[in-house]
């Protein structure tokens, strides 16, 4: 059983930062993709970064690029979500997923796996 919990979330102002956590049990992520999704209240979920378990290798959405970082630190299992230059729009709950499959996909539905969200508040 794959279990995914997320941490870091606080409130934070804008223009500040915050780093998310992941931490992943439950099996090896060879051949993994790990992403971070967030939703608003209103809100569809959205996909906001992701990284190839193995490789390392990483891809954005357009909203979060130049501003959010996403590492793993595979000997610990555990994935991260650097945020610089936060905005008020950033304010969301943040989920960590993962897919078995190395494709770039950004839509939720294609995670079989989920953490249970982390609040993050950007405040203006």
């Known amino acids: 059983q794959v279990h995914l919990v997320e941490s870091g979330g606080g409130l934070v102002q804008a223009g500040g930062s915050l780093r998310l956590s992941c931490a992943a049990s439950?099996?090896?992520?060879?051949?993994?993709?790990m992403a971070w999704f967030r939703q608003a209240p209103g809100k569809e979920r959205e996909f906001v970064a992701g990284?190839?378990?193995?490789?390392?290798?990483?891809y954005y959405a357009d909203s979060v690029k130049g501003r959010f970082t996403t590492s793993r630190d595979n000997a610990r299992n555990t994935v991260y979500l650097q945020m610089n230059s936060l905005k008020s729009a950033d304010t969301a709950v943040y989920y960590c997923?993962?897919?078995?499959?190395?494709?770039?996909?950004?839509?939720?539905?294609?995670?079989?796996?989920w953490g249970q969200g982390t609040q993050v508040t950007v405040s203006s």
């Open positions: 990284i190839r378990w193995t490789s390392g290798n990483t």
């Open positions: 439950g099996r090896t992520f060879t051949g993994f993709t």
């Open positions: 997923a993962a897919r078995l499959g190395v494709g770039e996909r950004t839509t939720a539905n294609d995670f079989a796996y």
